[in-house]
T-cell receptor, first 116, second 111 residues
Framework: SAVISQKPSRDICQRGTSLTIQCQVD?????MFWYRQQPGQSLTLIAT?????????ESGFVIDKFPISRPNLTFSTLTVSNMSPEDSSIYLC?????????????FGEGSRLTVL | ELKVEQNPLFLSMQEGKNYTIYCNYS?????LYWYRQDPGKSLESLFV?????AVKQEGRLMASLDTKARLSTLHITAAVHDLSATYFC???????????FGEGTQLTVNP
């Protein structure tokens, strides 16, 4: 299966600060996806990160708040900017499997952010 | 806009019982996924259903897909406590694109 590593796994942040989450995939993938899971809720897609182009954001999410980088085919970052308590969530990175795992979407372990 | 609805959202059942979780979606798709999430953990892939009539089984769980009815079911047979978790279905609109998730079904299996 695809191995997706995220850092940090959790953090406690102060209101008004920004935090960057890193996501590393063990194989080259075209698209990487960033999801948010608010407490007790389902997953909502923030944006799709394509290597070599700007990320595509879903309705309700903007680049100024959630800038994304995709410098190569195995790595992406998501920054949560100017955080407020409403940003307290689990942020999950995902990517489609390759080879024998084609057709399965794998997820990282998630980054649990608490904003005070 | 694709909508994915699960029911029930909360399910408390006794060990040994059978039950079915339903997943309805609003647009044409023949690619549906089931995931399990334990508290504080990420998502674990359970089943990938890629065609009408697809049925997959793993242990006490069986998933099926009816693309004409836009319905998938996750059937639990003789539940055990270890199955307690939140189960999500997710629909893929086009191949290789993003998934849209249902609200999740929080399953509690009581001894």
């Amino acid at each position: 299966s695809a191995v997706i590593s995220q850092k940090p796994s959790r953090d406690i942040c102060q209101r008004g600060t920004s935090l960057t989450i890193q996501c590393q995939v063990d194989s080259q993938v075209t698209m990487m996806f960033w999801y948010r899971q608010q407490p007790g809720q389902s997953l909502t897609l923030i944006a799709t990160a394509n290597q070599g182009s700007e990320a595509t954001y879903e309705s309700g999410f903007v680049i100024d708040k959630f800038p994304i980088s995709r410098p190569n085919l195995t790595f992406s970052t998501l920054t949560v900017s100017n955080m407020s308590p409403e940003d307290s969530s689990i942020y999950l990175c995902s990517a489609w499997g390759q080879g024998a795992w084609t057709g399965e979407l794998f997820f990282g372990e998630g980054s649990r952010l608490t904003v005070l | 806009e694709l909508k994915v609805e699960q029911n029930p959202l909360f399910l408390s059942m006794q060990e040994g019982k059978n039950y079915t979780i339903y997943c309805n979606y609003s647009t044409t798709s023949d690619r549906l996924y089931w995931y399990r999430q334990d508290p504080g953990k990420s998502l674990e892939s359970l089943f990938v259903l890629l065609s009408n009539g697809a049925v997959k089984q793993e242990g006490r769980l069986m998933a099926s897909l009816d693309t004409k009815a836009r319905l998938s079911t996750l059937h639990i047979t003789a539940a055990v406590h270890d199955l307690s978790a939140t189960y999500f279905c997710a629909v893929e609109e086009t191949s290789g694109s993003r998934l849209t998730f249902g609200e999740g079904t929080q399953l509690t299996v009581n001894p």
